[in-house]
Structure formats: C-alpha cells, structure tokens
C-alpha cells in the first residue's frame, strides 16, 4: 500500500463530504444551506417552500441582497442559526440532480479547504459558464427548421415581394437548417414566424446524439510492438486496477504516449473513460489526433479556447458517458466523469499546471488526490520530472517506472558549450554560433534558436546620459518593440510611440540594449537573406489558431531558421532540425528564483529533445559566459537524473521544498506603507500562534521581486513549515483571525499554497 503524500484535512465542521449521503432521505427538510460565489467562507441559510426538491450538489438561485445570485447547495437540514421567519426562500431550484459525482464534489471541497479558497467560489469556478448563468445542465437542444407538405408544394418564384421568405424556402429545399444558421444568413426570427403561421415551415428540437461507443469499442490502427521497457510500464500499472501513483520517467521520444495508448486501451475496453491532462501549449492537432487514430471512440477537448456553448457540451460528454477520452488543459481537471477509469497528466513538469489566480491549485497534485478519491491508477509523465515529483519517487510514495531509450531510430543529439566571453556578439550571437548554423543550413536542415526574451531590446538607453526609458506604473523599465514603433511594459501593458528625445537630457541619441527575439530576427534576416526564419512568440502568435499554423509551415519546411521563446519547446516534433542553439542561458544560472535551475535543465533537456528525432543526428549549442558552471556541468555531461540528484541535496541543505512546504502571501495596493505593515500584522498573528514553533518560519515582509506594478505597491511574506500538515493547521486556524484585521478589506492579498513563482 502506497501511503499518500497529502495530509487531509479532516471534515469540516457539519458540512458534508458527501453527497449522497445527504441526499439519501426520505425526510423532507426544511432549510438549504447554499455555498455562493461570493469571498466568505461560509455558507447562507435559505427556506425550502413545500414544493421545492433541492438536492445537495445542485444549483439554485437565490436573493443574496438586492441581486439573485446562483449557489450550490451544500447541505440540507431543519435548522438555521438564524431566526426561521427571517430566512428568504430559494427563488428556484434548478438541479434534480447533482451536477458533480460524489468523488469529484469531495475533491472540490478538499482543494477549497487545501488551497484556502472559499468553497462557492470553488464551485462557480469549476461549473461550464453557462451553468454558472444559470442554465440547464443537459446538452444545448439545437432548433431546426423544416419545410411542412404545403411548404414544400410553394411555388417560391411566385414570391417576389417576400424575398426573404423566397430565400428561407430555397434554403430549407435543400435541407433542414439550424436556427442559429438561418440567423447568421441575415433571416430574421420574424421571416420565420411568419411562414409558421402560414404553415409552410416548422420548428422542431434536435437533441444531440447519443452514443454508445463501449459495446463496439476497437482499435483501429496498428500498434507498434512495445519495446521492452514500455512493456514493463505497461505491466506494472496494468497489474493492479486500484489507485496508485506512477511516474513515467521517460527521456524524449522513448515513446511515453504509447505507453499511454496501451494503458488507455483496456480502461476503454472495461467501460470505462480517460482523463489526459496536457500543458496549455501541448494540446495541438497532432496529440488529439495520435488519441483519435487509435480508438473508435469519441475524443473530446477541454481547454480555454473553447467558447462556452462547447465547453458546456464537453462537459456533459464526459459527464454522460458519451465522451471515452477527455484531453484537457489544468481545468479538464474538474471535469466530472460517469466512469472514470485513469488519469494521465503528460509533461508533469509543466508550469502551466499552476493557477496563478482565484483558487491557486496544482493540477498535477490535484489529479493525483482525484485518482485517490476515484481509487484508480496515476501516471505522471515526463523527460524532466518536478524535482517534488522525483523525491515522491524516491522515498516510495510513487513507483518510478524508466524509459531509458528512443523508440524508433532517433540518433542521440550531441551538447557542446560555447564560451562567449570576450567574444563580439552580433545580436546576442557569437561568431561560432553563425558558422555552426551556416554548416547545418547547407546541409538542408532546420535550425531553432532560443532566447526567452519578447521585443527587440529589453530597454531603451541615452547614451549621452544613462537615462532608461522605464514604465511611470511599474517599477520595470519599458521593452522596445521596433516592428510596431513602440515601447511596451511587459508587467502591465501600457504602451506608447517609442520617444525620439531622452527625458533626461534632451539628447537624440537613443539606443537599444540587449537582444529580445525581433532583433534577433531582424539580424538573421541580414545574416541568412537565403533562408527563410520565422519567430514564434506571444507576439507573433496573439491571433488565434496563428500558432498552429506556424507549426505546419514550419513542419513542411517553409522556414529554415526558428526563433523561439519556451513555447517552443513543449511536446512538439520538429525532425528535420538538426541544430538547437540557447542564446543565453546566464540569465537563468544567476536568477533569484530557486527553481530558476531546474527550470532552465528541464528546458535544456525538451529542446535537445527536439533535434534529431527523426534518423538526423542533432545537435545542441549553448552560449554562455560561466562554461565551468556546476549545474552546466553536471546537466552535460551526466544528464537530468544526475543533475536532480544534486539539485535535490541542494534544496535539503538550504531546507527549500520538496523539504520544506512554503505558502506565499501576497498584497498589493496604492499605499506602499499600508501594504507592509498589513503583511507586518499577518506575521504577527502566524507567530502567535500554537501551532507556530522552532520548526515553522516566517520570511519578510520584502517588497515583491517586481516592487510596483500597474501603479500599486507590492510585498510579500514566506511561510515555510516542516510538512503539510502543520502549514494546514496553521492557516486554517490563522485564516480567521487575518481576515479579521482591518486592512484586509481594503488591500489586495492572496494565499499562494506552494507556489511555483515567487514573483
Ligand atoms: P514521447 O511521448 O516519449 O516523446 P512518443 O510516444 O511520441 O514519445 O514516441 C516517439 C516516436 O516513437 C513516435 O513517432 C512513436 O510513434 C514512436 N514509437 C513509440 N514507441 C514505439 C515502439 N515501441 N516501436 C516503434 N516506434 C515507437
Ligand atoms: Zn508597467
Ligand atoms: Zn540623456
């Protein structure tokens, strides 16, 4: 038995971690407790008439002052604190049913509790939008127009002074049209009910199909034969159907998603449905296609493109069954299942697995508690594993299965550093760097260059005075982007025409400093006029579905040279580049974050992966000016395992997570003395309490390591405890009496539970 690496909290007090239970009575009850989207922990107390059936679990909508909110029921009982005739009715019922089965509602109740949130907000967040306003949790019925027998019989060139009605007819000869159609053909509703009135066309709805993939389900592509450690992956998780943790430490292209293939297979065969979870930036056409090719099954996407009709419908697939496989970005994570069999979290690593807002969960360890509840088996996989994930790994709380080597026939990819110091460089670009390209490129192979800088430079200097062009909001200096003629702030988004005189001196002698990725671009085209070099980076890919696009061009060999940022490094198979060169990889040695080296190793390691993966050797080049630098060092020449190895000695020594659990609190606002003193006041209430020993610590207040941004003031304090247990205990008991300073209602703060950025 695998013991969990969770503490969980114990049961609230009174409510209920259960629905069924709740809702399993022949006694009718009297008052509803219901949970709102509102910032309070607590729940409002409201009468149930005679005639209405709330069930816990299902919305209602209610008064909440002069507004009528809609909640969630959480408990049913006859008693109120408060005075019986004072309580308002519910307003309307709108659940028969639950919308969450009873594992996924007490894993929304844990992350409330765990991640400190309020439990309606909890659940306002993980409802479709539409439930949220309000509508009917069933498939979106589709209305339909039809020609009756007398419409059909019209003569419709006789109808010269209705054209409109004419155009519906000729429309509706050659087939029935939705509504919605109709409409965006400039039809009005009125055409339409004219010739209803007139009997010549009728309204019918359609409910959306429903099918029922399990009793024919099939493979339906041929499979390749497991090499031998995916054949023991497979094995070892297959061996036992119950909950269990798996990380799937697999380097690039040793064939993780065939493993996944291969345990998806008799989960769906069983009945039963899949959960993938995937980084925002690793759910393309390509991934939901391999899930597509292999299963006759519905595969339905979960992610935050989706418009809200769609997620709805997504979400009622998975709900009823009619979805066997839900692929999904971190809110996928929410999605409720009939019969959830296994859960898959690719690129574990990833940060995008973090919510940097509302309620700050991890996806990741969230999936690993929902595989708990649910009591089916985990996979995490990666060629990079979290450092946390690892040490899970190690002391047994996870069973670490290995894929050692490329499936297929990749080549391995050969690493070199290249010392730039003292050397000129030409746009951040050394001269070996250029040649090295050049050799590649004649070759006829691709090349992509990474440097995790937006913009042309990241600032603007008088270089008769030193004056910088720097953001009046923030404390952050404005990044100049040459194409559009601007300067932009990274931190809030303002921007202006880029300035032809120094504020300071009056001087017109305004240059750039540093390189971000559009002079670097700027500088290939003069270098490389032959070959074709495309930039893909939150600029260049703001219109939707750009991204994509790009990817095939550049899959189809239109570009030669590519500039990227990290988006260009997760999950995608580029097998005609050869070369991949990191531009500068000093910024991340000697970063203040603490995970700033992990993160540059696991972005080493996913780039080098990129090269050489089809039957072309690859090869990876890092500029740097520290070549002897330990971390460079031992990632080279020993390779991830061995560099986390070291890396988690380090974490112990300096007591850092996973050693030590840390919680952030954050506040901002316009009085840059109010913001510390209130975190000053948050300190003092942790220190007082019990829970607070030689073990536990507080760290600040210290301004934020970006001190002002969009005009407001931020600090921030670090909480770091022994285990989870005693961070839980402690803020639970500490949460109350924060909220009760009076700074708190007037200054922006949040708890960040293990938080992944400390920015
Ligand atoms: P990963 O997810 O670990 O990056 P993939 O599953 O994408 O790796 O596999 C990389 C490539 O190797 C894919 O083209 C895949 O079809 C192929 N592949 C995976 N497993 C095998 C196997 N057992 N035999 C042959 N080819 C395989
Ligand atoms: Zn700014
Ligand atoms: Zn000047």
Redesign the pocket.
Known sequence: MISFPFFLPSKASGETLSIASDNDTSEKKTVAHVALPVPLDRCFDYKIRPDQSPVVGGRVRVGFGRQQLIGVVIRLSNFSDFSFDKLKPLTQVLDQTPLWPNSLYSLLKWSSEYYQYPFGDTLANAMPAWLRKGKAASFETLREWHLTELGKNQNISALTRAPKQAKVLSLLHLCSQPHEQLLSQQISSATLKTLQTKGWVEERQVQKQQQCWHSEFNVTEDK????EE?AIAVASVNANPEFACYLLD???????????LNLIEPVLKKGQQALVLVPEIGLTPQTIN?FKRRFNVPVETIHSGLNDTERLNAWLSAKEQHAGIIIGTRSALFTPFKQLGIIIV?EEHDASYKQQDSMRYHARDLAVMRANLDNIPIIL?S?TPALETLHNAKTGKYHHLT?TR???H?KPEKHGVLDVKGLYLESGLSAPMIAQMRKHLTEGNQVILFLNRRGYSPALMCHECGWMAECQRCDAYYTFHQHSSEIRCHHCGSQQPIMHQCHGCGSTQLISVGVGTEQLESQLNQLFPEYKTIRIDRDSTRRKGSLESYLESIKRGEYQILIGTQMLAK?H?FPNVTLVGLIDVDSSLFSSDFRAPERLAQLFIQVA?RAG?ASKAGEVLLQTHHPEHQLLQSLLHKGYGEFATTALIERKQAMLPPYTFLTLFRAEANNNQLVEEFLRQIRGVLENNPVYDQYTLVLGPTPAPLAKRAGKYRWQLLLQAPNRKVMQTLLRSAKPAIQLLPLAKSIRWSIDIEPQDLS
């Open positions: 390749p034969q497991l090499n995916q697999g380097v690039t292209g040793s064939g993780k998603t065939e493993v996944y391999r690719d996989g060629a894929l490329r499936a297929g990749a999950g198979h992966g993966r």
